[in-house]
C-alpha cells in the first residue's frame, strides 16, 4: 500500500568510530541500530573513504551501506541529492535522501542557523508523524565513509503528483481522492501543532491511483502551541498565502490551507489562481513581491476550460479567502461534497491496513 505503514524511526552509524548518531556533538535524537559494516573496503583493514556520496556510488560495482544497496540518482533538491535503494535483506524499494555532512554542517554568517539544523528538524518532525499519508522515515543512517546523512523513505514509483498529471492526465475523481488524502495528512499533522510550510505538486507523492502521501518537511515547522504565531516566510512563493506575503507575524496553519487551495487549482486547472502565471510558457510568479502584487490586485476566477464539478468550484471558493479567518480548517475541508467517493476509497485502504496487520500479528505468532 506503498506509504500507509508505520515509521520505523531507525538511525544507524557506520564508519571507523560510530558516534551514536551525532553529527559533530549535535545530536540525531534517535535510537541507534545497524549492523556490521558492509562498504567496499580497500583491505581487510582498513575502510575506504570517499570525497563524496556521488563518488561512493561511481567506485563501487554494488554501492552497499549496511543492507542498503545503492542505485542511481532520481531526484535533487537544494541541499539534498534522491538515489534508488533496495535493502538486500527484504527487497523493499525506497528512496535515499542523501545530505553532504560537509555541506550542512558549514559555518553560517552571524545569527544565521547551520543547515544540519534543519536537517535535524526535519528528522525529529517525520519521526514524530505516523499517518497513512504522511511519508514515514524507514530509517536514518550516518557514513563517515562517504561524509554523508541518510534518509531512507519508501519509494514512490509514479513520483510526484506533478509528474503523475503531466504523464496521466489524472482524472478529477482521482484527483479527489488525492486531495482527500491529502487533507487527511494535514488535518493530523495540525492536530499534532505541526505545520508543512511547502505543499506543492512537487511535494505530494503518488504510490498509486488510490494512494497519496505528503512529502518533504524540510521547511516545516512544530509550533509552540496551537495559537503560535509566524513571521518568517518558508516554501515557494507561488504558493504563498497574502498573510505570509504581508510582512506581519500569521497563523500558519490557515497558510498550509491557503498553499492546499492553490495546489488544488493547479492540477484542476493547469494553471495558478490569481494570475500567477499566465499559462503554459508563461514566467510564474517567483518572488515575495511579484506575488503580493499579484495576490493584492486580482480577484480569483476560474477558467471556462477544462470543465470540473460545481462540488470542486464550491471548495476552492471557501478555501482560496484572502482574509485567513474565513478560511476552512482541514476537518471541515474534510466534509466537502466534493469528497464523497474519495471516502469510500479511504474506507478501503483503512481495511487493508488492519488486514494487513492483521496478518503480520498471525506470522509473528507463527513464529
Not at 68 to 90: C, D, P, Y
Amino acid at each position: 500500500m506503498g506509504c500507509i505503514q508505520s515509521a520505523a524511526g531507525k538511525v544507524s552509524s557506520q564508519g571507523d568510530k560510530p558516534n551514536k548518531g551525532n553529527l559533530n556533538n549535535n545530536s540525531i535524537n534517535l535510537p541507534l541500530t545497524g549492523s556490521a559494516s558492509t562498504i567496499e573496503q580497500n583491505s581487510a583493514d582498513s575502510v575506504r573513504t570517499f570525497f563524496s556520496f556521488s563518488s561512493f556510488i561511481l567506485q563501487n560495482e554494488n554501492p552497499t551501506i549496511f543492507e542498503w544497496q545503492f542505485f542511481h540518482e532520481i531526484g535533487k533538491g537544494a541541499m539534498s541529492r534522491v538515489f534508488l535503494s533496495t535493502n538486500t535483506e527484504t527487497n523493499q524499494i525506497c528512496a535515499a535522501k542523501v545530505y553532504n555532512k560537509g555541506i550542512i554542517m558549514r559555518p553560517t554568517l552571524g545569527l544565521e542557523e547551520q543547515p544540519y539544523v534543519a536537517v535535524q528538524r526535519e528528522i525529529d518532525i517525520m519521526v514524530s508523524l505516523d499517518h497513512r499519508y504522511v511519508l514515514p522515515i524507514i530509517e536514518v543512517i550516518e557514513d563517515d565513509c562517504s561524509n554523508s546523512l541518510i534518509l531512507l523513505m519508501p519509494y514512490a514509483e509514479k513520483g510526484t503528483l506533478q509528474l503523475f498529471i503531466n504523464n496521466e492526465n489524472a482524472s478529477e475523481e482521482t484527483l479527489a481522492v488525492c486531495f482527500y488524502e491529502v487533507a487527511e495528512a494535514l488535518r493530523y499533522i495540525h492536530e499534532k501543532d505541526v505545520v508543512h510550510r511547502d505543499l506543492k505538486p512537487d511535494n505530494i507523492l503518488v504510490f498509486s491511483p488510490t494512494v497519496f502521501c505528503i512529502s518533504d518537511f524540510s521547511v516545516s515547522t512544530k509550533l509552540e502551541s496551537s495559537d503560535t504565531k509566524l513571521i518568517d516566510t518558508k516554501g515557494s512563493p507561488a504558493f504563498l498565502s497574502p498573510e505570509e506575503c504581508g510582512g506581519e507575524s500569521f497563523f500558519p496553519k490557515p497558510a498550509d490551507v491557503w498553499a492546499y487551495g492553490v495546489t488544488i487549482f493547479s492540477c484542476l486547472f493547469h494553471i495558478l489562481p490569481f494570475n500567477l502565471d499566465e499559462g503554459q510558457g508563461k514566467t510564474v510568479a517567483n518572488t515575495v513581491y511579484s506575488v503580493s502584487q499579484l495576490l493584492e490586485t486580482e480577484e480569483l476566477s476560474f477558467p471556462d476550460e477544462p470543465k470540473v464539478s460545481q462540488d470542486a468550484i464550491d471548495l476552492l471558493t471557501r478555501i482560496l479567502q484572502k482574509d485567513p479567518s474565513k478560511r476552512p480548517t482541514f476537518e471541515e475541508i474534510l466534509e466537502s461534497p466534493w469528497f464523497k467517493d474519495a471516502k469510500v476509497v479511504d474506507e478501503a485502504n483503512l481495511a487493508n491496513i488492519i488486514d494487513g496487520n492483521e496478518e503480520e500479528e498471525e506470522a509473528a505468532t507463527e513464529n
